[in-house]
């Protein structure tokens, strides 16, 4: 199965509100990263998070990790319909740090 | 302007009609991968490379060729297409060695009858 898996597949919200999405991972990391793909588009990177960080914020995106758990978060605030789109997680493994694997993906749908 | 170039974009071929899906970046980044997207499958790594006349195998190798005769293009080969590698196909290219950030190319569809 996937090495990172997100939660939940899909999500409706209305704009404004915030959206939370959730990855959880199996192996060790060394970083975990968070893609945005608009549909049938390439994947486009949002924030990379790294082993010794907790929490980090790029404008209305905070993510988080909690190693001991093997999980992450993307918070986005106040959202809007521009951010609908596909979000994927993705993890630099530490025993291979050539290697990336994503996520299945979250669908986020923003009402106006 | 930073880009990751694939050709074509949308491709219907038939089973066993040899194709390459070309990949260009003008980055200067040394490693490069071919993902597959299908649903509820996520992206799976194809092949890597890290740098010219380096690949590797990733995930879902089987099928494909690749080679990297020079830094800047990564093309993809099917030699004998089959309809289960009909799919959307995504050029990546990054920059350091240890899984950074990744710049991904605007996709190329193919269906293989």
């Known amino acids: 199965s996937q090495q990172g898996e997100e939660d939940p597949q899909a999500l409706s919200i209305q704009e404004g509100e915030n959206a939370t999405m959730n990855c959880s991972y199996k192996t060790s990391i060394n970083n975990l990263q968070w893609y945005r793909q608009n549909s049938g588009r390439g994947l486009v990177h949002l924030i990379l998070?790294?082993?010794?960080?907790r929490e980090k914020h790029s404008g209305r995106l905070r993510v988080t990790l909690d190693t001991s758990k093997k999980s992450s978060s993307l918070l986005i605030t106040a959202s809007r319909a521009a951010d609908t789109a596909s979000y994927f997680c993705a993890t630099g493994l530490s025993y291979n740090t050539d290697k990336l694997i994503f996520g299945t993906g979250t669908r986020l749908q923003v009402f106006p | 302007e930073a880009q990751v170039t694939q050709n074509p974009r949308y491709l219907i071929t038939v089973t066993g009609k040899k194709l390459t899906v070309t990949c260009s970046q003008n980055?200067?980044?040394?490693?490069m991968s071919w993902y597959r997207q299908d649903p509820g499958l996520g992206l799976r790594q194809i092949y890597y490379?890290?740098?010219?006349?380096?690949?590797d195998k990733g995930d879902v190798p089987e099928g494909y060729k690749v080679s990297r005769k020079e830094k800047r293009n990564f093309p993809l080969i099917l030699e004998s297409p089959s309809p289960n590698q009909t799919s959307l196909y995504f050029c990546a290219t990054r920059e350091a060695r240890n899984t950074g950030e990744l710049f991904f190319g605007e996709g190329s569809r193919l269906t293989v009858l």
């Open positions: 490379s890290m740098n010219v006349e380096v690949t």
């Open positions: 980055m200067n980044h040394e490693y």
């Open positions: 998070i790294r082993s010794n960080e």
